[in-house]
């Protein structure tokens, strides 16, 4: 994809570096394409500038968004940058959202029936961190309790949604949502070991269904009823490889692993997974833009498309397995062409506040056509949140430490 020459004389020494490392960004008003309009520089904190971009686009807690999984995701990464940065302006926009939903006694505005419900506990877990505020602590207990009346297939997988049309089944999605919530709550509260036990169990389950030995990939959801269309005889699990589903269960394995003490005698297990995983991506990574399809394994079929979500958690997946030395340091050049593949999906705005282009809309489980034709939307939640993780990752990379020696 064709950059946008840069001037020199506007760009601080570290956006200078980054620039000539990773190439040029599209210039605001380029949603899909490479940018036509004025030439614009690469701001020197791009997870600063995708945060003020958020917050302009959403700068109340209504215009946000209700209790859900994007926000929550969302929120969690701005909060990552928060802890850096000690913005307070970034503290303040997070607890107006969570405060808008959740009360004094730590009640949540919203029934949890999903496992989609659960993840903004992630936030609760690290607002409570962060400011001390019980609300946060209370309302991180309910969600834990929920999980020991939440419903489950024969061999104790959770579903993906209680009362809805998701109940026997398993959807990747669903590990991310649950999971690395558990895991922290557990971590924090005193609780690790059967948070760790229960989430590795999930995490094992979910695979034996939805593995898939021949690319490394996994299939985006199981039916235990095998009455859904998209169910396969036999073995009910669908029959494609969607780029975020795969994401948010890779993200689910490292943050598990975070927390999961060393001598667990299923850590072993899922770190194959993630070598398993890590060794697919690199396989299936474009070679010639550094991105991955929204369909991972089709790159060639007409109507695929390069993802952002996808791709930034692909990123931030394999740069964590070679820090944490899960996976060889050979994969640290397939995480640094992936960020630099994803600095091409960013718009610049006039005021170097920045956008993230080409993030598949909210997905559910359908055929090949259904997940090619899949809006292609700028400043998504489930794009920003995925790239602020992301990029704050890759801030610690060898490869752009090198470039900050120079």
């Keep these: 994809m064709a950059g946008i020459k840069l001037h020199r004389r506007t760009v601080t020494t570290l956006a200078l570096l980054l620039a000539i490392f990773y190439g040029t960004v599209r210039s605001a008003g380029a949603q899909n394409g490479p940018g036509t309009g004025a030439e614009r520089s690469l701001p020197s904190d791009l997870s600063v500038a995708v945060v003020q971009q958020t917050i302009k686009n959403h700068p109340t807690p209504a215009s946000l968004g209700p209790w859900g999984y994007t926000r929550g995701l969302t929120l969690y990464a701005i909060e990552k940058v928060y802890e ?12 107006a959202w969570a405060q808008a939903h959740v009360n004094a006694q730590g009640e ?10 659960i993840q903004p506990g992630m936030l609760m877990i ?7 505020d019980s609300r946060y602590k209370l309302a991180a207990e309910k969600l834990r309790k929920r999980f020991d009346t939440y419903p489950r297939t024969r061999d104790g997988g959770l579903w993906h949604g209680a009362v809805t049309e998701h109940t026997d089944q398993l959807w990747l999605d ?4 649950s999971l690395p919530f558990l895991v922290q709550y557990g971590e924090l509260f005193g609780d690790r070991n059967a948070a760790c036990k229960e989430a590795a169990k999930q995490l094992l389950i979910y695979a034996s269904h939805l593995n898939d030995p021949k690319t490394g990939l996994l299939f985006h959801a199981y039916d235990e009823s095998g009455t859904q269309p998209w169910a396969q005889p036999g073995t009910h699990h669908s029959s494609y490889f969607w780029g ?6 890779g993200m689910a394995l490292i943050e598990v692993l975070e927390a999961m003490p060393k001598n667990n005698p299923n850590r072993p297990k899922l770190i194959a997974l993630v070598n398993q995983l890590v060794n697919a991506f690199g396989r299936f990574q474009d070679s010639k833009t550094g991105l991955w399809y929204n369909v991972v394994d089709k790159p060639d079929q007409p109507g695929n498309w390069l993802e952002s979500s996808a791709s930034s958690m692909y990123t931030y997946i394999i740069s964590k397995a070679v820090q944490r030395g899960y996976v060889p340091k050979k994969y640290e050049a397939v995480a640094c062409k992936g960020y630099r593949g994803m600095l091409t999906q960013l718009n610049v705005h006039p005021d170097h506040d920045v956008s993230v282009t080409n993030i598949c809309a909210g997905t559910v489980v359908g055929d090949l056509p259904y997940y090619l034709a899949r809006p292609r939307n700028t400043d998504d939640l489930h794009g920003i949140g995925a790239f602020l993780l992301m990029n704050e990752q890759m ?3 060898s490869c752009v430490r090198r470039m900050r020696a120079h």
């Design 108 to 117: 949540i505005d919203y029934s949890i029936d999903a496992l989609d419900d």
């Design 84 to 95: 850096r940065t000690h913005n307070p302006q970034y503290l303040r926009y997070i607890e």
């Design 174 to 177: 669903g590990t991310y949502m």
């Design 244 to 249: 975020r589903s795969i994401g948010w269960y």
């Design 126 to 132: 690290s607002l409570y961190r962060d400011t001390g």
């Design 395 to 397: 801030r610690n990379a």
